[in-house]
């Protein structure tokens, strides 16, 4: 089963406002990845947040992460139409050991 | 670094049929992970292998699923008298390992095969 929600299901903006996808998740974790997958395709990871951070950064991506809500944002600033793609919040959950656990995915468009 | 890669891409079979899957990890990664991803949804984890020994399965992973990692390099995928449920995306990644033997968190994946089961 799907530990993590995202919200929304479906995000549509122009190029260059800013895009926040969140994700709530059940359990304690290790920590909170973000994939980005283009459609039909591999995810890429995009960024890593440990349980023990608050924030961070990468490029035009901040990652914020609230242990105590259990949910993580993600922001993507100044977006472009490449940017367009579903992006999931994957945990890393302290008794699954390796496994991932994925959200259902925000599917962001960004028109040009 | 090329990347994680998946045989064959696309793979459409009939309802009974069995089909295999190949993933090539990164090659210095120790660690494979097979996840399933069907239209809508986020990827599922099925089962993973650090070097040849498969760690961990999913209830997922049912009797018709089997995984092999035999030389702890390439992983293949087999199922067997495929249903129709079975069709989704069949995702691999692999991490690597540190020097410590802990495994990094951050999986790389490959383009997917893309299963349909008519």
């Known amino acids: 089963s799907q530990q993590g929600e995202e919200d929304p299901q479906a995000l549509s903006i122009q190029e260059g406002e800013n895009a926040t996808m969140n994700c709530s998740y059940k359990?304690?974790?290790?920590?909170l990845q973000w994939y980005r997958q283009n459609s039909g395709r591999g995810l890429v990871h995009l960024i890593l947040?440990?349980?023990?951070?608050r924030e961070k950064h990468s490029g035009r991506l901040r990652v914020t992460l609230d242990t105590s809500k259990k949910s993580s944002s993600l922001l993507i600033t100044a977006s472009r139409a490449a940017d367009t793609a579903s992006y999931f919040c994957a945990t890393l959950r302290e008794t699954s050991g390796s496994r991932l656990t994925f959200g259902e995915g925000t599917q962001l468009t960004v028109n040009p | 670094d090329t990347g994680v890669s998946q045989n064959p891409r696309h793979k459409i079979t009939k309802r009974g049929q069995n089909v295999t899957f190949r993933c090539d990890p990164i090659?210095?990664?120790?660690?494979l992970y097979w996840y399933r991803q069907t239209l809508g949804q986020g990827p599922e984890f099925l089962t993973y292998?650090?070097?040849?020994?498969?760690?961990?399965k999913s209830r997922l992973l049912s009797d018709r699923f089997s995984a092999e990692r035999p030389k702890g390099s390439f992983s293949t995928l087999e199922i067997q008298r495929t249903e129709q449920g079975d069709s989704a995306m069949y995702l691999c990644?692999?991490?690597?390992?540190?020097?410590?033997?802990?495994?990094?968190?951050?999986?790389?994946f490959g383009p997917g095969t893309r299963l349909t089961v008519l």
């Open positions: 090659s210095e990664h120790n660690r």
């Open positions: 990644a692999s991490s690597p390992m540190t020097f410590r033997g802990r495994g990094r968190d951050t999986q790389y």
């Open positions: 292998f650090q070097n040849e020994a498969q760690l961990e």
């Open positions: 947040i440990r349980s023990n951070e």
């Open positions: 359990t304690s974790i290790n920590n």
